[in-house]
């Protein structure tokens, strides 16, 4: 009897097997397979999991496997090549669309499906343009995924090139921008009135928001109109930080309720989706510190190559 425990099974019932190039080998009488007295060799997934999820470093994962820190970033190189566009063929659903940036001059493009979170597209950027966007949708169906609409967080001119969509605006990125201009604590009537009705928007209904918008524009007309004179005689409004909130609910009105629409039932109306899957990247990307921009990279496109395939929407 030895206290040696098979690698596979676990059981302890094992015998010797002999000795290959002066290492000894066990035979376990549990499960039949034959070890060496060495722990088994990790494979490469084991490793990069490691080095994604449990937040080892390089040195760490060579340690605790026996091997070498060359041969931990030989399998990571291999696992983080270039991303691979993926065949979307007979996939369809509600697309979230987004950029981050690392700094001020590079980030990526994700677009990712509703359902199953399956990242549809990547790609790195230097700057957020209307023509990454573009490039994304068109390389999302040139894949074969057939889009029913897109989610997205407000950057004006994609409502103009995405227009052969459904859009989504993103209902908690315009309480964001209500919050921005009129604070967490607005102190006028007519500021404190909007935030409220802003802050209910998830629960509303199209024609109810509508109706109670209106309503608060023809009771607040007066104050919404009011201006002042500078020094050199020109006027301008007195509210403009109100007016302006007002002048965005006015820009992204007739997307805010695409998802009650009856062709679009399933349809988010948040981005909230793609902004966790956001967080999370970063979170675990910063677990390695000092990687260069190269290898940072690199880390993004195995983070998302490595994400489960998922289930085929029916089209």
Known sequence: MYLKKCPYCKSSDVK???????IQHYKCKSCGKQFQNKSPKPSKESIWSEYLNAKQTISEIAKKHHISESTVKRILRKKADTWQQPDLTGMSGYVHMDATYWGHNWGIMLCIDDAIGKVLYLAFIKHEKTQSYVDAVEGVMAAGYRIKGIVIDGKKDLFLVLKDYPI????????????????HNPKMKASKDLA???HGLKHQKKEDFEQDYADWKERYKEFLNKRTTHKDGKTCYLHRRVRTVMNSIDYYLPYLFTYQRADCVGMPNTNNKIEGTFTDL?????????????HRK???TAYFQSKPEGHLNSL
């Open 16 to 22: 010797k097997s002999g000795l290959r190039n002066h």
């Open 168 to 183: 989504q605006m993103c209902q908690f990125h315009l309480t964001q921008i209500v919050t921005r201009y009129l604070t």
């Open 196 to 198: 409220l009705l802003i």
């Open 282 to 294: 970063k979170k675990n990307l910063n677990n390695h510190s000092g990687l260069t921009i190269e």
């Open 298 to 300: 690199q880390f993004i």
